[in-house]
């Protein structure tokens, strides 16, 4: 199968860097940063970035990396940068599969570290192979104790062609919300999603291997919503209009981070709708590239508010494109005319 290797990597990747942020999930030390937009890092972010772009790094060095953290808060801190490399080698000393340093490799030293931190600043583009990576998807959600999710995905010539998606606090059983949490996505464009089951703590992943799909709803009136938490992201107030319109009754299921992507492949709901809030801010491709191939591979579709496919190869931003919507390809057309009654 074609990005085997691809796909191998970056779960391992993954998987190792979920057992960093829940480590420091579980510290309750998480040693937030507000950055220049506002919004929040913590050094769990940091150290998650740092090993997956090292893993990358090591694995395909001809290959750019656009991620969304870099070192710069670290590189004037030497204590903080101390204390990110402690939480990164206690990740490596608590390795269960063996694979996983044989594999990916390990960073050697804190200068290493800031490096491979500030190797994800490709500009991105339409030509060659470019990982996009979101080290905490929905760091609000991650602070909050709430749903977040470690991303990445391997864009090649724009096309997204392999995402990974971990979410440590995902319920394994959607139907049993307090049981086992951990759930890790796969998708190689035109081979299929699976969803694993996998333990935050220490990585190791289930035997429970299975393919996933979307849910096969007759009408839009049985499907319910999947919506961010913070409404400055997504409109909420119109995604009710729209729920009228399809005859949704039920109510939407909120949650931050591409956990919402992973939910509607696994058909824990069944419409995710990011309309925008403000006109001028443009969505980052590392909060959307692996989820796009995760839900395109289990019979959906993704497009932005006027029914465009999202444009990968353009830059660090999707800045072709307003808005995101995603749902079973057989309701698409339904869902799209109603957003254009209620936005355009
Ligand atoms: N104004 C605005 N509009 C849309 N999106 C924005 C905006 N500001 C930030 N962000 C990005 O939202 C990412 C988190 O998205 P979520 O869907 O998880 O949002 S929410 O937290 O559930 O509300 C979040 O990703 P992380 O920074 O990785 O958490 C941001 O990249
Ligand atoms: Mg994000
Ligand atoms: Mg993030
Ligand atoms: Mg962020």
Redesign the pocket.
């Known amino acids: 199968m074609a990005y085997a290797v691809e796909r191998k990597v970056a779960e391992l990747a993954v998987i190792r860097a979920c057992r960093l942020t829940n480590a420091v999930a579980t510290s309750h030390k998480l040693g937030t940063l507000t950055k220049s937009d506002q ?1 929040p890092v913590t050094v769990a972010d940091l150290g998650a970035q740092a090993m997956i772009n090292h893993a990358v790094r090591q694995c395909f060095p001809r290959d750019a990396i656009v991620a ?1 953290e870099d070192a710069k808060a670290l590189r004037s801190d030497a204590d903080l940068a101390q204390r990110v490399w402690t939480l990164i080698q206690t990740c490596y000393s608590e390795e269960t599969n063996a694979e996983e340093s044989s594999t990916i490799g390990r960073l050697s030293s804190v200068s290493e570290m800031l490096d491979a931190l500030d190797s994800g600043d490709s500009k991105g583009g339409p030509v060659g192979r470019i990982w996009a990576l ?1 080290p ?6 991650f602070i909050r104790g709430g749903q977040y999710a470690v991303c990445l995905a391997l864009i090649d010539n724009a096309q997204v062609k392999v995402g990974v998606i971990g979410c440590p606090n995902l319920p394994v059983d959607p139907a049993n919300p307090d049981g086992d949490k951990g759930i890790l996505l796969s998708a190689v464009a035109g081979n299929g999603v699976y969803s694993v089951p996998f333990k935050p703590e220490t990585g190791q992943v289930s035997a429970d291997r299975v393919s996933v799909s979307m849910r096969d709803i007759a009408s839009t009136a049985e499907a319910s919503f999947c919506e ?3 409404a ?3 409109s909420h107030d119109d995604n009710a209009k729209i729920a009228q319109i399809l005859g949704i009754t039920k109510p939407s299921v909120r ?3 591409q956990a ?1 992507y992973a939910s509607i492949a696994r058909g824990d709901g069944d419409i995710y709708l ?1 309309l ?3 006109d001028t ?1 443009q ?2 491709i590392w ?1 959307h590239a692996a989820g796009n191939v995760i839900v395109k591979e289990a019979g959906g579709d993704v497009t932005d508010i006027f029914g465009k496919q999202l444009d990968f190869g353009i830059g660090r931003t999707l800045q072709n494109n307003k808005g995101v919507i995603a749902a079973r390809k057989s309701i698409m057309p339904e869902v799209l005319a109603a957003v254009a009654k209620v936005r355009l």
Not at 136 to 141: F, P
């Open positions: 919004s969304e979101d905490i998807d929905g760091t609000k959600g961010s938490v913070e400055g992201h997504s949650m931050d981070s919402k990011r925008p809030v403000s801010y969505e980052k909060d």
